[in-house]
C-alpha cells in the first residue's frame, strides 16, 4: 500500500481509513468493471486428511465467512493491524479472492503514477527502454500494475487478476505461497515454499512471458531476430503462424489470457507473439511450458519435452473454481 508506506505507526490507521473510503467510495472505472464487491469470501474447505498427515505444517483453517467479516469491519473502523493481517491475504481465504476484494483497500493499485522525472531529473518522457520500442507497446511509461491490468495491450491478450500473482505470503516460511504448483510439479505432496522473500513467485509468474525465445525446441537455427526475415518474406505479417497455424495450436486455454485476442492481435505481427515468448524476456531461461495436445500431434515426444504437463496447471484451466 504506497500511501501507507514510510507513515509512522500513530498516523499508520489515518491513512488506512482514508484508503478503505477511497476505495469503498468506487476505485476507478476499470476497477469498478472487475468484480467489486463487498469482502464476503466463501469458506473452503480445510485441506483433505491424508495431506494433511504428510505435511510437515499444522493444518490450515479456512477462516469462516463470519471471521473474515469481522476482519473487514475492524479494518473500515480503521484498525491497520485488522487490514493488514486481513485473512484474505493468506491462504486458503485468498483463493476464492476477487479483484474487487483487494480492490476494496488496495485502489491506489490501479492509480499509481511513475515518477514524472527521475530524482536526477531526467524527464520519463526522454527515455526510451527497449521494451518501449516494440511495436505493440503505446503511450508513456506506466506503473507496473497498469501495464499488466489496464493499458489497451494488456486488455487485447491477458486477463490477470490479483490472484494470479498473489498467492499470499506465508509468515513463517517468509515466502509467497506457491506450493500447490511446486508440488504438483515435483510430483510431492510435500509444500515446498518459495524461498526468495518476494510477494510473488517470479518462476510462476513473470517467466511465462518474460522468458527467452524457445528456439531450441522448436530447432530452429537461430534467435528470432536473426532469422525473422527469412521466416517473413513479402506478404507475411507473421512468421510464427507459419508453423503455429498447425503445430501447438491448443494454446493460450487459461483463464489469465485472452486466446482469441492473442490470435486476433497476432494477424498483424509476429511481434504479439514474439512478445510473450522472447521479445520481453527479463530471463536468461525460457519457461517450460506444458505441451497440451493438438490435433495431428506426432506419435514420439521429442527429448526436451519429456516430463512436460500435458495440461496447464489446474488453478489457471478455464473451467477451474
Ligand atoms: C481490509 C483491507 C485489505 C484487503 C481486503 C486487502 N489488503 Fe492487502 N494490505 C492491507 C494493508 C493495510 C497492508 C499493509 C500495507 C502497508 O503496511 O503498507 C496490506 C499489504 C499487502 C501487500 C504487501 C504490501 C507491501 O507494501 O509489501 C500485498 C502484496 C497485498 N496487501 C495484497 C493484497 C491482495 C492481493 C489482496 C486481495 C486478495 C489484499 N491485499 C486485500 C489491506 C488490505
Ligand atoms: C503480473 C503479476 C501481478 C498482478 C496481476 C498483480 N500484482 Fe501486485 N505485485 C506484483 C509484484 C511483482 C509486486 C512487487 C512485489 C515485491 O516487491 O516482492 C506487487 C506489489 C503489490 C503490492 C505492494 C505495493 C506496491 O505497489 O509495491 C500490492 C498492495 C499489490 N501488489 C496488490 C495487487 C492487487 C490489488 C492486484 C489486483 C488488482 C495485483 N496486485 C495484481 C505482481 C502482480
Ligand atoms: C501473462 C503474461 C505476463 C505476465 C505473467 C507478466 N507480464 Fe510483464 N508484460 C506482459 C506484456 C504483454 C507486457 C507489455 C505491455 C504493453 O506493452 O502495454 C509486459 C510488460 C512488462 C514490463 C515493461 C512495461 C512497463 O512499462 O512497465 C515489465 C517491467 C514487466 N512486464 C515485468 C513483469 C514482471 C516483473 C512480472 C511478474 C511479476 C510480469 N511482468 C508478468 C506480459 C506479462
Ligand atoms: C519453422 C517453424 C516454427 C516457427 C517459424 C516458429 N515455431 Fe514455435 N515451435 C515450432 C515447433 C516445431 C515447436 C515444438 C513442437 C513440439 O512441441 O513438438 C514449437 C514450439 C513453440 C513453443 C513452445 C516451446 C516449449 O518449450 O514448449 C512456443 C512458446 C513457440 N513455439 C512460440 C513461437 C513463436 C512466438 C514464434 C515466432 C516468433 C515461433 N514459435 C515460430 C516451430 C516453429
Ligand atoms: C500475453 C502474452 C502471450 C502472447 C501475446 C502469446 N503467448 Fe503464447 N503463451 C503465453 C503463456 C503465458 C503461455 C502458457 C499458458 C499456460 O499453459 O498457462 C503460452 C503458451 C504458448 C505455447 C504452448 C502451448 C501449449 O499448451 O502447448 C505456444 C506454442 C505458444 N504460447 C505460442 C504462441 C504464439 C504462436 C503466439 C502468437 C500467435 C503467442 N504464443 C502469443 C503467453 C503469450
Not at 503462424?241 to 485476442?261: Q, S, W
Not at 511481434?271 to 531461461?285: F, L, M, N, V
Amino acid at each position: 500500500m504506497r500511501p501507507g508506506r514510510g507513515i509512522p505507526k500513530s498516523t499508520g490507521s489515518m491513512a488506512i481509513t482514508v484508503g478503505i473510503v477511497a476505495g469503498l467510495l468506487g476505485v476507478t472505472a476499470v476497477a469498478a468493471e472487475r468484480e467489486t464487491k463487498p469482502i464476503v469470501v466463501a469458506a473452503t474447505k480445510a485441506p483433505a486428511k491424508a495431506e494433511e498427515a504428510k505435511s510437515t505444517k499444522p493444518p490450515v483453517v479456512a477462516p469462516s465467512v463470519a471471521a473474515l467479516e469481522a476482519a473487514t469491519k475492524k479494518a473500515k473502523a480503521g484498525d491497520y493491524d485488522a487490514a493488514r493481517w486481513h485473512p484474505i491475504h493468506f491462504k486458503p481465504a485468498i483463493d476464492k479472492a476477487k479483484d474487487g476484494d483487494c480492490l476494496a483497500c488496495h485502489s491506489e493499485i490501479l492509480k499509481a503514477k511513475p515518477r514524472a522525472a527521475s530524482e536526477a531529473g531526467l524527464p520519463a518522457g526522454d527515455v526510451l527502454a527497449w521494451y518501449q520500442t516494440l511495436d505493440t507497446y503505446t503511450g508513456g511509461q506506466e506503473d507496473f500494475h497498469i501495464r499488466h491490468m489496464v493499458t489497451p495491450f494488456a486488455g487485447k491478450v491477458m486477463n490477470l487478476s490479483c490472484t494470479t500473482c498473489h498467492q499470499g505470503n506465508d509468515p513463517r516460511e517468509e515466502s509467497s505461497h506457491d506450493q500447490l504448483v511446486a508440488s504438483a510439479k515435483a510430483g510431492s505432496k510435500e509444500p515446498s515454499p518459495f524461498t526468495l522473500r518476494k510477494m510473488v513467485n517470479p518462476s510462476e509468474t513473470c517467466l511465462k512471458c518474460h522468458g527467452q525465445f524457445p528456439a531450441a525446441s522448436m530447432e530452429l537455427p537461430g534467435p528470432w531476430h536473426e532469422i525473422r526475415a527469412d521466416m517473413e518474406p513479402e506478404g507475411v505479417a507473421n512468421g510464427c503462424l507459419t508453423c503455429h497455424e498447425t503445430i501447438r495450436t491448443n494454446r493460450h486455454k487459461v483463464n489469465y489470457l485472452k486466446a482469441d485476442g492473442i490470435e486476433e492481435a497476432a494477424k498483424e505481427s509476429s511481434d504479439t507473439c514474439y512478445g510473450c515468448h522472447g521479445g520481453r524476456s527479463w530471463y536468461r531461461i525460457s519457461y517450460p511450458y506444458a505441451r497440451t495436445p493438438w490435433p495431428d500431434m506426432p506419435a514420439d515426444t521429442p527429448e526436451w519435452a519429456k516430463g512436460r504437463p500435458t495440461a496447464p496447471e489446474a488453478r489457471f484451466r478455464i473451467d477451474a473454481k
